[in-house]
């Protein structure tokens, strides 16, 4: 086998694009490509899914491994999916996705993400990896010995939906806000990308994209560090949630806001004090493979579910 030679073809399917990825052996990336997620249209989703899964297989063999990590989750009991702004919400995604696209291995984003991270990446030498993803909304993932436990119904590691704590709404006068998930109070509508907006708005008196909040804070813009600060009080809060009920030796963290420069540095600090008393707080560490690990991740997936 030649050394570059692909293995096995991963894809990472979002609200507005599907990347598809070969990985070699060793989980390099050798090529990828991107096409736009059909945003209304059921059938031409599948359609899209389909198409990428043929550019991975082309020219290679029929049969290459190919898995693909999608947001939301599978109801393991009703075959529902569940996901927010894809044509594939409320459809039986899944067992269609088996119709069209044979040996389609297909999970959760977030466990993509964190296996790959687990397997070579930020977490690697790690017993107990979460995969946190900090974006347009909160999650997660926890992978034990290189192994992702989706729990009972597929949500172990859905703690973008734990609700903020009376102490901290109380510290801050934080508003209580309703999630699109159907709950009110989630961490998600404050610690997200969007969340971090309305804390600007919030101590401001105007909404400020997270880039500009970030570069102002760190010009020595006062309320603007004091809504960075809130925000980073917030996720440490996540991160509590993390610690007590997953007991991890490392986080790393995915999404967008990851990229704020230096953040893992400052969340270590701050959760430093946020952990709970008399604990060893756990490593936090920005993901090694960015934008390609959950197609990575997708890919080792598949690639085990492949020779068992």
């Known amino acids: 086998m030649a050394a570059d030679e692909a293995v096995a073809g991963g894809i990472d399917m979002g609200g507005t694009k599907i990347e598809a990825a070969l990985f070699d052996a060793a989980f390099h990336r050798l090529s990828h490509r991107r096409i736009d997620t059909p945003a209304d249209d059921y059938r031409a989703l599948l359609d899209a899914v389909a198409e990428q899964v043929a550019w991975l297989r082309h020219a290679r063999r029929p049969d290459l491994p190919v898995g693909m990590g999608a947001p939301g989750f599978f109801n393991p009991t009703t075959g529902i999916y569940h996901a927010a702004n894809l044509a594939a919400a409320g459809k039986p995604f899944r067992a269609d996705l088996e119709c069209a696209v044979p040996r389609l291995v297909a999970a959760q984003d977030l466990a993509c993400f964190c296996l790959s991270e687990a397997t070579g990446g930020a977490g690697?030498?790690?017993?107990?990896?979460?995969?946190?993803?900090?974006?347009?909304?909160?999650?997660?993932?926890?992978?034990?010995?290189?192994?992702v436990e989706a729990g009972f119904r597929g949500l172990a590691g859905e703690v973008g939906h734990v609700p903020i704590g009376a102490a901290l709404v109380a510290r801050h006068a934080l508003p209580v806000l309703p999630c699109g998930c159907g709950l009110t109070g989630c961490v998600e509508t404050l610690g997200s990308g969007p969340g971090m907006m309305r804390i600007a708005a919030h101590v401001t008196g105007r909404p400020v994209s997270p880039p500009d909040l970030v570069r102002a804070a760190l010009a020595g813009d006062d309320d603007a560090a004091r809504a960075f600060g809130?925000?980073?009080?917030?996720?440490?809060?996540?991160?509590?949630?993390?610690?007590?009920?997953?007991?991890?030796?490392?986080?790393?963290?995915?999404?967008?806001?990851?990229?704020?420069?230096?953040?893992?540095?400052?969340?270590?600090?701050?959760?430093?004090?946020?952990?709970?008393?008399?604990?060893?707080?756990?490593?936090?560490?920005?993901?090694?493979?960015?934008?390609?690990?959950?197609?990575?991740?997708?890919?080792?997936?598949?690639?085990?579910?492949?020779?068992?």
């Open 230 to 308: 809130i925000w980073c009080d917030v996720v440490c809060q996540v991160l509590l949630t993390v610690q007590l009920t997953f007991d991890p030796e490392v986080v790393v963290l995915g999404g967008g806001l990851s990229r704020i420069e230096g953040l893992a540095g400052t969340l270590n600090a701050r959760f430093a004090d946020a952990a709970l008393p008399g604990t060893l707080p756990f490593a936090i560490r920005t993901n090694r493979f960015g934008d390609a690990s959950g197609a990575r991740g997708a890919a080792i997936m598949a690639l085990r579910a492949a020779t068992g």
């Open 124 to 147: 690697a030498g790690a017993s107990r990896v979460f995969g946190l993803a900090l974006g347009t909304g909160i999650g997660g993932a926890l992978a034990v010995d290189g192994v």
